[in-house]
């Protein structure tokens, strides 16, 4: 079986740095030479795969920057190359499949975006041209503060021992925008407004939820972690230790030194 195709990229008159592949994931085979030709009439390096299979051997292959996935392919179902990839590359799902479960399970998975068919081709630009803006911002790289180092497009944090956790979108929203407030507190509606933008839910139980799986995961870093600031927000800071033995119990005095 041949696992996918090239449409040649054009040389570019724009000044910048070429794109980097662009992988179609799809089974339709007219609606995904229509997404190809579109792209590669913009000069994007486009390939092709109608497979789990044929994927699979085109993303170890041209490591592309992104994938458009559709859910439903030949042979099976898109939701394990999400699994398998989706910390490694960005990926925007294009599917038929409108529920919401299905969004926020891909969205929890890593994907980038989620489009539901039918879509309009110039929507579709917009949105990989929006994922190559936050992507050249951050250099699909890393985000440093003093103690944590967050992968951007892998979506995980490192300590400083090396450890490595993986977050999902939303935890990963919630620990940037701590670390960039550098100790201060994030009001809750700032993080209610980004976890929103990113397709997650954005109740006040919700978010108290997000931020308390994770606390879980930077337990393991013996670091600053998640606190909560009652009828505030939440901010990155170093959990307060026991109280010394001599105070421990309220009203109780030290004993006197012995002369």
């Known amino acids: 079986m041949k696992y996918g195709s ?51 051997a085109l993303i170890e292959t041209i490591k592309p920057s992104l994938v458009l996935l559709d859910l439903s392919l030949e042979d099976g179902s898109g939701y394990p190359l999400l699994e398998d990839y989706g910390r490694e590359m960005g990926f925007i799902v294009v599917s038929a499949k409108s529920q919401i479960e299905h969004r926020l399970t891909c969205l929890g998975m890593g994907a980038w975006d989620y489009i539901v068919k039918p879509l309009d081709l110039r929507e579709l630009l ?23 180092t967050l992968d951007v497009l892998r979506k995980s944090v490192r300590g400083p021992g090396g450890a490595v956790a993986l977050l999902t979108v939303a935890e990963f929203t919630l620990l940037r925008i701590l670390m960039e407030a550098n100790g201060d507190v994030a009001p809750r509606d700032q993080i209610a407004k980004a976890v929103s933008r990113r397709g997650g839910s954005a109740g006040s139980r919700a978010i108290d939820v997000i ?3 994770l606390r879980g995961k930077l337990s393991v870093f013996n670091g ?36």
Request: hydrophobic letters at 40%; one cysteine or more; proline letters at 10%.
């Open 126 to 148: 917009l949105r990989i041209r929006t994922f190559e803006t936050l992507a050249r911002r951050d250099h699909l790289s890393e985000v440093e503060s003093e103690f944590f």
């Open 211 to 213: 931020a308390s799986k």
């Open 6 to 56: 090239m449409i040649v990229q054009h040389d570019r008159q724009a000044a910048g740095p070429a794109p980097r592949p662009i992988l179609i994931v799809e089974d339709v085979p007219s609606f995904r030479t229509m997404v190809s030709r579109f792209l590669a009439a913009q000069e994007y390096p486009v390939y092709e795969a109608s497979t789990v299979e044929g994927a699979r």
């Open 224 to 259: 600053p972690n998640v606190i909560g600031v009652r009828g505030a927000g939440y901010k990155l800071a170093s959990a307060p230790g026991p109280a010394p033995a001599s105070s421990a119990r309220e009203g109780v005095s030290p004993p006197a030194c012995q002369k």
